[in-house]
């Protein structure tokens, strides 16, 4: 009897310690897309405040650096794309619109 409780002990240890274990990596997965979305959020934060940025004295050309600041998505002076390189932002103009 003494043998059978330990044994039973022993069983019930292992299924709180395996359960203790899927819960801390849920946790651990949780907090890691929690960390994911907040990098993302940042990141559109970071486009959206550059877009918004204009400069209509230096023409966006097709292919071409447009500097610093570039013009919004839609005017007249083009698009632009935001690659980051190095951890430097640079602009690189798309297209540029005909008057």
Same mark, same amino acid.
């Given at each position: 009897?003494?043998?059978?409780?330990?044994?039973?002990?022993? #069983?019930?240890?292992?299924?709180?310690?395996?359960?203790?274990?899927?819960?801390?990596?849920?946790?651990?997965?949780?907090?890691?897309? #929690?960390?994911?979305?907040?990098?993302?959020?940042?990141?559109?934060?970071?486009?959206?405040?550059?877009?918004?940025?204009?400069?209509?004295?230096?023409?966006?050309?097709?292919?071409?650096?447009? !500097?610093?600041?570039?013009?919004?998505? !839609?005017?007249?002076? !083009?698009? /632009?794309?935001?690659?980051?390189?190095?951890?430097?932002?640079?602009?690189? /103009?798309?297209?540029?619109?005909?008057?």
């Amino acid at each position: 009897m003494n043998w059978a409780c330990r044994m039973s002990y022993r #069983e019930k240890e292992k299924k709180k310690k395996k359960k203790r274990e899927e819960e801390e990596e849920e946790e651990e997965e949780e907090e890691e897309e #929690e960390e994911e979305e907040e990098e993302e959020e940042e990141e559109e934060e970071e486009e959206e405040e550059m877009l918004s940025r204009k400069d209509k004295s230096t023409p966006c050309l097709p292919g071409n650096m447009a !500097g610093v600041v570039c013009s919004e998505l !839609g005017s007249l002076w !083009g698009k /632009c794309s935001f690659p980051d390189k190095a951890n430097e932002r640079i602009f690189i /103009c798309l297209v540029h619109f005909n008057m």
